[in-house]
């Protein structure tokens, strides 16, 4: 083993002498500086003993220090230069501040943004705390880190979030550095007499039906801009409560080829990277919803994404950004209506339940949760009843005025028959779930037809660019499909 010994090497030009620590190891020498000096009488005369009563306190204890490091290993067949090596790095301190950035960067190269966003915000939050922007392992200690969380008491998600983001680092790092079956610990876990506090259960965000039907139903303002956050917002929101409660990173991150024949798949951002199954779903956009989502269908042949959302905006978060704000405007129009894109996702579910009959396996199967984990592996799953449960609470949506909690009483087949001279056929007009012309009789040979038709017998009273929500059945045949045009 090792022998260490406090000692100076030669006079400095001032008259001082920098105190090394001597390591003898197979006969041979070497030195590891310290941070102390001692003048010439602090020296053995004629020897590079110290005589200086504070420095040999201070040598002392960090020598009892390196050989309580060297008795946690065998460092026999060790070099001289590994023995140093493992002195250095088990008096050195370790930059926290420096692996998390190095750990989340590496999320970010593996495409995990979401994920390190998060991470991000938990690093910044505690370094605010610490008041530094350099922040050692040494210093989170099990206290400094129960009066972190504390400081986060007061919020809903983040005391919960923040804490396993930074244990979460706390981990990697120990597998980094440590090596406990060598015995080297440089990094001590403070967690075990930590506890992370539990989220706040989600607040029930979902808007009531009559504010709902009044949103969709506002006409935003004229503006200069193509695409303008009034329409935008409204729209987006359309396309998500007609879509299953889709989000927002979703649409952004959409590709050309995850549409095709009415078909949309995608992998839900949020979850992909957790799930087996890579959080895949499927959902046949309703006819209804159509004219809306071409109208934001990417023109650049070049470009890979569905969507033209990436002409103006940068990333997914600025998208939402401008979409809430979007949304924002409309509720300024709706009184007693404030809300967010989130609370349509909400809606979904709650009237896919209460008004839709939906079980609530069925509410987590089209919102694409993360249910029957082994069964969505092994299983070709059939996504229809999602579409089914979709049609059903858009129709309860656009499509009658009836109050919360109620049963419907007639399911909307999937497909929708070409239409003949000799089909009865029943037309109707909603706006705000109210009928406000209807026709019922034959000759009609195309949809066109039957919506120019009721076009025409709209009252006088609703203004230029007012939404309309259009109903035709197939009486013969037992079939209703939906659409939606501006006067």
Sequence with gaps: MATLKAEVQGKRKDGT????????????????????VVMENGVVRGKKEICDTYVCQQTSKLIEHYYQLL???????????????????????????????????????????????????????????????????????????????????????????????????????????????NGVVRIKYPWTKVTIPKSDTPEKRAIPIGLLRKFFQVIPDDSRFKHPLQELGQDVAKISI?????????????????????????????????????????????????????????KDKKSPWLFNFH???????????????????????????????GAFRHTWATIAQNDCGASLSDVDFGLNHSTHKMARVYTKIDFSPAWKLNEKVMEFIFFSDEESKAKKETEVEKKFEKLSKYNLIKGEVFHAGKIVAKVETTGFSNIDQVINALMKMIPDIYPARTKFQFKITNVDKDQAQFYERCK
């Design 71 to 181: 008795n946690q290993i065998d460092t026999q067949n060790w070099t001289l230069q590994e023995v140093v090596e493992y002195l250095k790095s088990g008096t050195e301190d370790i930059s926290f501040t420096d692996f998390a950035r190095k750990y989340i960067q590496k999320m970010q190269n593996d495409g995990r943004m979401r994920t390190a966003k998060n991470y991000k915000c938990a690093v910044v939050h505690i370094h605010r705390f610490a008041d530094t922007n350099s922040l050692m392992f040494s210093r989170m200690t099990s206290s400094f880190l129960k009066n972190w969380i504390e400081s986060l008491s007061t919020t809903s998600r983040c005391k919960e979030k923040y804490p396993i983001c930074v244990r979460e680092i706390f981990k990697q790092a120990i597998l980094y550095y440590n090596d406990e079956e």
């Design 311 to 341: 002409d103006r905006l940068t990333n997914g978060d600025s998208f939402n950004a401008n979409v809430n704000i979007g949304i924002d405007q409309i509720c300024d129009k709706v009184e007693g209506l404030k809300t967010n894109f």
């Design 242 to 298: 007609c879509m299953c409660g889709i989000n927002t990173i979703d649409l952004f991150e959409a590709k050309k080829e995850q549409l095709a024949k009415g078909i949309f798949w995608y992998n839900r951002a949020k979850t992909k990277g957790s799930r087996t199954d890579k959080a895949y779903f499927e959902i046949r956009i309703p006819p209804f919803l159509m004219p809306t989502i071409e109208k934001y269908l990417s």
């Design 17 to 36: 002498y920098l105190v090394y620590i001597r390591v003898t190891h197979n006969r041979r020498n070497s030195y590891l500086k310290t941070p102390w």
